[in-house]
């Protein structure tokens, strides 16, 4: 275990710095590595406090990573969309300068049947269409009466839809609901006329409960997949299908089969790159002292093979590591602290 406070400066009234914690924004579909993060660099630095996670949207979190620097505002911000220019220069507007930014790898949330069963071929329309509360005609939402996959399209075949789907308030729930929910109900007219966003992303994500759709804890997908009736379909993290030993197979989504490297392209649309955002400015001290301890050393574990790399324990929260040289490029960043340019 390393010890990060060994050679801490006090400050004339013996505050090693303004806050005794980093703080960590993330977004709902990242915090599984968030937490998983935190808990690693706290086993990993003697004397360090695990790290506060703070969970809200994507543009929440890029406010208030944005909003200026003190103790009061995050000095990590984890998401899955690389911070657009208009972000930087609000972040610029507000005195946060100097960002850090890398990559820590890839997200995939696919389908997964077990190997020899007959499995639909299906579009994110089609599981919006089979698992959603309710459907619309066209005009009226009602409740969903879909038992078979045909019911949803007559191209699909007459069987019972049976599918198996990560808990509520877990990452890949998250991940779920971002990338083929809302993805499949965007082009439903009904939902696309609904003013509200907060009541539309509700119209996209709430599930039925009648027995044709089963919440799973993340980590028991596999298990609850391999032990379920013939042609049940599971939605899990590319990792945990990667780790089925072969037992499990994919199935294409929108046209596409995932795989390393349609992930990695972004040709699969259920896929996301992990980024991490750091500011260094509160790794810097004023007279001595600075905002936080452990900017510099969160990023090295970020970025580590030991978190990142193949095998490392962010894989367990489905994160599929970047190539060797992607690897290499994304630690000398962290190592250097080098600035995000625009």
């Known amino acids: 275990m390393a010890t990060l406070f060994a050679a801490a400066p006090v400050d004339a009234q013996g505050s090693l710095t303004l806050r005794d914690r980093l703080l960590i924004a993330s977004s709902p579909s990242t915090e599984a590595v968030a937490?998983?993060?935190?808990?690693?660099?706290?086993?990993?630095?003697?004397?360090a406090q695990q790290p506060h996670l703070e969970v809200a949207g994507t543009q929440m979190g890029f406010d208030r990573f944005c909003s200026g620097l003190g103790p009061e505002t995050p000095d990590f911000l984890l998401v899955?969309?690389?911070?657009?220019?208009?972000?930087?220069?609000?972040?610029?507007?507000?005195?946060?300068?100097?960002?850090?930014?890398?990559?820590?790898?890839?997200?995939?949330?696919?389908?997964?049947?077990?190997?020899?069963?007959?499995?639909?071929?299906?579009?994110?329309?089609?599981?919006?269409?089979?698992?959603a509360a309710e459907r619309t005609d066209g005009t009226a939402f009602s409740g969903n009466t879909a038992t078979n996959w045909a019911d949803v399209d007559a191209s699909l075949p007459r069987r019972e839809i049976r599918v198996l789907v990560p808990d509520t308030g877990s990452g890949l729930r998250a991940m779920m609901e971002d990338l083929i929910l809302e993805g499949g109900c965007r082009e439903v007219r009904p939902i696309r006329l609904l003013f509200e966003a907060a009541y539309r992303r509700a119209k996209c994500i709430t599930l039925r409960t009648d027995g044709h759709v089963t919440a799973v804890p993340s980590d028991g997908l596999v298990a609850a997949l391999l032990s379920a009736p013939p042609g049940t379909i599971a939605v899990m993290s590319i990792d945990q299908l990667l780790r089925s030993g072969g037992n499990l197979l994919p199935l294409s989504l929108d046209g596409v089969l995932p795989g390393p490297a349609s992930i990695m392209?972004?040709?699969?649309?259920?896929?996301?790159?992990?980024?991490?955002?750091?500011?260094?400015?509160?790794?810097?001290?004023?007279?001595?002292?600075?905002?936080?301890?452990?900017?510099?050393?969160?990023?090295?574990?970020?970025?580590?093979?030991?978190?990142?790399?193949?095998?490392?324990?962010?894989?367990?929260?489905?994160?599929?590591?970047?190539?060797?040289?992607?690897?290499?490029?994304?630690?000398?960043?962290?190592?250097r602290m080098t600035l995000r340019s625009r």
């Open 265 to 335: 392209s972004l040709d699969y649309n259920q896929s996301q790159t992990k980024y991490l955002y750091a500011k260094r400015q509160h790794s810097q001290t004023r007279h001595g002292v600075g905002v936080v301890r452990g900017i510099r050393e969160l990023l090295a574990e970020a970025t580590s093979e030991q978190a990142s790399g193949p095998g490392g324990y962010l894989t367990g929260s489905g994160l599929m590591p970047l190539s060797p040289a992607d690897r290499t490029a994304q630690r000398r960043i962290a190592d």
């Open 35 to 47: 937490r998983m993060l935190a808990g690693g660099f706290a086993d990993r630095y003697e004397g």
């Open 80 to 131: 899955t969309r690389r911070m657009p220019r208009t972000i930087f220069e609000h972040c610029e507007a507000n005195g946060v300068s100097d960002i850090v930014e890398v990559r820590l790898g890839y997200g995939a949330i696919v389908l997964a049947t077990r190997r020899g069963d007959i499995a639909p071929v299906l579009s994110s329309r089609h599981l919006y269409e089979a698992l």
